[in-house]
């Protein structure tokens, strides 16, 4: 029988071109397999590019675009990374807006790799332990965060991981916390 840890539950997989490949079909593919409802949210609509390191990788079709997404339907997020997924992601204002209705309700968020940079901007990571790809260190400490270089860090709801060899860690701490529900 299949695992229905997550039945009911309805999850945004938020992300643009430029993701990375396993960091959004790993997640995805965990959620689902636990029973949860998983939406891709984009700002753009059809498919959107995934990257496998420097390597262009396969395209992922979008759910539902961010420009009609209503972040109250959904229980918790995860945030792939990818250099220029977040990084695009950080430009726009529906994006951020989006990403702070899950702060601000305290309901659970995942961020992987350069996933984490999408927080900053929605003011989330002040006071938080948190991980992420080593390049984001700075930018992570100077926005108020404590950085630590383990495959998963779990904080109040936030669970962050380092890069794809940290997917099982972090997949098995994203299913636990979201779960658990708002924090």
Known sequence: MPDQ??????????????????????????????????????PKPGQIQGW????????????????SADAGVYDAIVLPGGVMNPDALRLEPKAIDFIKHFVTEKKPIAAICHG???????????????TSWPSLEADLENAGARWVDREVVVDNGLVTSRKPDDLPAFCAKMIEEFAEGRH
């Not at 997989?13 to 949860?36: H, I, R, W, Y």
């Not at 496998?52 to 961010?66: M, P, S």
């Open 116 to 130: 984490p940079w999408t927080l900053i901007n929605a003011g989330a990571v002040e006071g938080k332990e948190m």
């Open 52 to 67: 496998e390191h420097h390597d262009k990788g396969r395209t992922v079709l979008v759910d539902r675009e961010l420009a």
């Open 5 to 42: 840890t997550l039945a009911g539950r309805k999850v945004a997989v938020l992300a643009t071109d430029g993701f990375e490949q396993s960091e959004l079909e790993k997640p995805v593919e965990a959620l689902k397999a636990a029973g949860a409802q998983v939406e891709v949210v984009s």
